[in-house]
C-alpha cells in the first residue's frame, strides 16, 4: 500500500538537532540513514532586493510545493528539518521507505525528480522575486551507523556530506551551461529580430532595435536568460561580439533609410574589431553608413562607467554614429551624468510606461524626462508600450517615438509602411 504523500512536519520544521533522537533510533534500526538536502540559498539574494518578509515567504511557497510531491520524493515516514541558517530543507530518509536495501541509485533519482519539481514550480510562480532557472539545488548523502562514532557527529557528517554534494552539483551545472553557450557561439545558433520604432504622432518608422534570441525550445531561448548564462559563463563580450555581428550584417535587409539601434556593452568600447579603420571597413563591406547606428547603453552602465564611456563615446560620435542610453528612469544614475554623454535618444524605461494613463505619478515623470530631454538636445523614445491608452497617454505628453508589442512584436524582416490614416497599433 502507498503511504500518505507528504513528510512528518510541524507547522514549522525544526533543526535536525532538534531531531537528533528520532534520527538516531532510524541510524539503529536501518543500520544506515539518507539524506535529501535542498538549497534554497540562492533565494538569499532577496533578502537583499525585496521588502522584509519576501525571502519567508518564498521558502514557505517553497515548503508547499515540496509537499506537493506526495511520495514521489518525499514521504509520510521521511523527517523534514531545516539548517541552522534556515535556508536549507533536510528530508531525512525513513526506514520504512525502501523495500529492501536504500541504494545511491535512489538517492540520486530522488535528489533529480525534487529538484526538477521545485525548480519547475518556481518557475511557474512568476514571481518579480525570481529571476533565471535553477533556483533550487539538491544534493544527497549518505552515513552508515558506527557504534565508535557519536549519532550526533554522523548526523552532523551527513548534513555537510549533502552541502558538498550540491556545491559539486551547481558547478557541474554551471560548467555544462558554460560549454551549452560556447556551442551556441560555435554553431552560430543565435537569431537577431527587429522591432520597429515609430514616429508616435505619425506614421513613420524611425528605425529598428536589433534584438538577440537563443535556440529555440531552449532555456535559453529568451535573452534574459541567455545573457544571465553569459554573465555567469563569463562570456559577455563573447556574446555581445556576436550579436553585434550577427545585428549588423542582417541589418542589409532594413530599408535603407532606417535608423538600426544596436546594444553595447562596456566591453565592446576596447574591442579592436569595433573601433576605427576597423569598424569602418566592416560597415563599409555591409553599405552601412555610421550615421544610420544608434549605439545603444544602458543607464546602469553610463553611471557604473561613467569614465570609459565619456571618453570612448565621443570617439565613436564624432565618427557620425548616434548614441541612445537605455532604461532611463530605471533608478541608476542623476540625470547630470546622462547629459554628459550627449545621447541623441533617452529611451524611457518600460517599467515606467507601463500604465502610464492611470498613474498621474508615471505621467509626471515622464512630463519631467521630456523636458529634461527637450533642454539637451535629445528625443524621447518610450519603450514596452502595450495597450491603447498607453499610447494616447503618451502621444498626449507630446513624446516623439515608441516602441512595443501594441507598435509591432520583434520579426526577422522589417515592417511593411503603414497606409496613410492607419492606427499604429498592430494586430
Do not use: W
Amino acid at each position: 500500500m502507498r503511504e500518505a504523500p507528504g513528510p512528518r512536519v510541524s507547522p514549522e520544521p525544526a533543526s535536525y538537532r532538534e531531531r537528533a533522537e528520532e534520527l538516531r533510533r532510524i541510524l539503529q534500526v536501518q543500520g544506515c540513514l539518507g539524506l535529501l538536502l535542498i538549497d534554497f540559498s540562492e533565494l538569499g539574494r532577496v533578502e537583499r532586493s525585496y521588502p522584509s518578509g519576501a525571502f519567508a515567504n518564498l521558502l514557505t511557497a517553497s515548503r508547499d510545493l515540496l509537499m506537493e510531491l506526495g511520495g514521489d520524493g518525499v514521504r509520510a515516514t521521511d523527517i523534514l528539518a531545516i539548517n541552522d541558517k534556515g535556508d536549507t530543507f533536510l528530508v531525512f530518509l525513513s526506514p520504512k521507505r525502501y523495500e529492501g536495501a536504500m541504494r545511491i541509485s535512489d538517492l540520486s533519482s530522488a535528489s533529480a525528480r525534487v529538484e526538477d519539481h521545485l525548480n519547475r514550480r518556481l518557475a511557474e510562480l512568476a514571481s518579480p522575486c525570481l529571476q533565471g532557472g535553477h533556483q533550487v539545488a539538491v544534493g544527497f548523502s549518505l552515513v552508515f551507523e558506527n557504534p565508535l562514532v557519536k549519532p550526533e557527529r554522523l548526523v552532523s557528517r551527513l548534513v555537510d556530506e549533502a552541502g558538498e554534494s550540491v556545491r559539486a552539483h551547481r558547478r557541474e551545472r554551471e560548467l555544462q551551461e558554460r560549454r551549452c553557450l560556447q556551442e551556441v557561439l560555435l554553431e552560430d545558433k543565435l537569431a537577431t529580430l527587429f522591432q520597429p520604432v515609430f514616429e508616435l504622432q505619425g506614421r513613420a518608422i524611425l528605425g529598428y532595435e536589433a534584438l538577440t534570441r537563443g535556440p529555440s525550445g531552449t532555456t535559453y531561448h529568451m535573452p534574459l536568460r541567455l545573457f544571465e548564462m553569459a554573465s555567469a559563463a563569463d562570456l559577455v563580450f563573447e556574446l555581445y561580439r556576436k550579436c553585434r555581428r550577427r545585428a549588423l550584417t542582417a541589418s542589409r535587409s532594413l530599408p535603407r533609410d532606417a535608423v538600426l539601434f544596436v546594444n553595447v556593452v562596456p566591453s565592446a568600447m576596447h574591442d579592436p574589431e569595433f573601433q576605427g579603420p576597423a569598424l569602418l571597413r566592416f560597415l563599409g563591406a555591409l553599405d552601412l553608413e555610421p550615421g544610420r547606428i544608434v549605439l545603444e547603453i544602458t543607464e546602469k552602465y553610463a553611471i557604473e562607467n561613467y569614465t570609459m564611456f565619456a571618453e570612448s563615446l565621443e570617439e565613436f560620435t564624432k565618427a557620425g554614429f548616434r548614441i541612445a542610453v537605455d532604461d532611463v528612469g530605471a533608478g541608476y544614475s542623476g540625470l547630470e551624468k546622462i547629459a554628459h554623454l550627449n545621447p541623441h535618444y533617452l529611451k524611457i524605461d518600460r517599467e515606467l510606461i507601463k500604465d502610464i494613463d492611470s498613474s498621474y505619478i508615471r505621467r509626471e515623470m515622464t512630463r519631467a524626462l521630456k523636458g529634461f530631454a527637450d533642454r539637451i538636445g535629445s528625443t524621447i523614445i518610450a519603450e514596452g508600450i502595450e495597450r491603447e491608452t498607453e499610447l494616447r497617454a503618451l502621444m498626449d505628453l507630446g513624446i516623439d517615438y515608441g516602441q512595443g508589442f501594441l507598435l509591432g512584436r520583434p520579426a526577422a524582416t522589417a515592417l511593411s509602411p503603414l497606409p496613410p490614416g492607419a492606427s499604429l497599433a498592430r494586430p
